[in-house]
């Protein structure tokens, strides 16, 4: 079921995405060369905590994992796409490196991803980073009210495709409220005028994740939650909780 949310619950989920801008922020600045993946996620830590916000990443055990998140924050570091657990990897120069963060905060969740590189960045890496941003600007100005989840998802895979990179069919966007995943699924890829029609009050998390090496295939690391790229290449993710309104997209977790 996909919950419609009045305005004044859209101006509650602004305040939960604004500690997720927040944490995101503070985690960008942190990552310097040698500095560990757990550093980053006590960073993280400490902007919920002040904030007096909730994680919904820690414990969380969605059908497909075996253990809980134990972090607050997901590491995704140059071929791992989504859901790297924090590790005591110290970052290198040139690593790519994808932050997904979310919080709660009175009762409603926001949830944001971001990819940058440390160091001396690689110019194919900064493309890829530069393109997913692009997809993700794409994605957003299509979530308006009386387009349909396609349009989303096509506006999305489209800048994609024509770079040429991989698109991972499994994973994309979602809805989030009360909690950080709900109704509906948004894909990363699909065709325009399918799916559920946009509604004022509707809230999207829209989060393109694309490949470097031109497929979307994907295996799971050991530790149950990272996704790695089957080929090596690397990999970025950015995303924002955004809602659908009668005066066009809101950003929920825009800084």
């Not at 990363?188 to 799916?195: E, F, H």
């Not at 989060?207 to 530790?223: H, N, Q, V």
Request: with cysteine; hydrophobic share 45%; glycine share 12%.
């Amino acid at each position: 079921m996909v919950e419609i949310k009045s305005d004044a619950s859209l101006d509650a989920m602004r305040e939960a995405g604004r500690v997720v801008a927040d944490a995101l922020e503070a985690v960008r600045r942190a990552a310097q060369v040698r500095v560990s993946l757990k550093e980053l996620d006590e960073v993280a830590r400490e902007v919920l905590r002040a904030a007096g916000a909730d994680s919904p990443f820690l414990n969380y055990r969605p059908s497909f994992a075996d253990t809980p998140f134990p972090a607050v924050i997901c590491t995704s570091v140059n071929d791992a796409i989504v859901h790297g657990i924090p590790s005591d990897y110290r970052l290198r120069d040139g690593d790519l490196v994808s932050i997904d963060c979310g919080a709660k905060l009175g009762g409603w969740a926001g949830d944001a991803a971001i990819s940058f590189t440390v160091g001396t960045a690689r110019p194919a890496d900064l493309t890829l980073i530069e393109t997913t941003a692009r997809a993700l600007a794409a994605g957003i100005a299509a979530a308006v009210v009386g387009a349909r989840i396609g349009d989303i998802s096509h506006a999305v895979g489209s800048v994609g495709r024509a770079a040429g990179y991989g698109i991972p069919a499994d994973f994309g966007g979602h809805g989030v409220g009360r909690n950080m995943h709900e109704d509906p699924h948004v894909a990363n890829d699909g065709r325009p005028g399918r799916g559920m029609r946009l509604r004022h009050g509707m809230v999207l998390a829209i989060e393109p994740m694309f490949l470097a090496g031109g497929r979307g295939d994907y295996r799971t690391a050991p530790d149950g939650w990272t996704l790695v790229t089957s080929d090596g290449s690397r990999a970025a993710h950015v995303e924002h909780t955004v809602a659908i309104t009668e005066d066009g997209p809101r950003i929920l977790t825009a800084p």
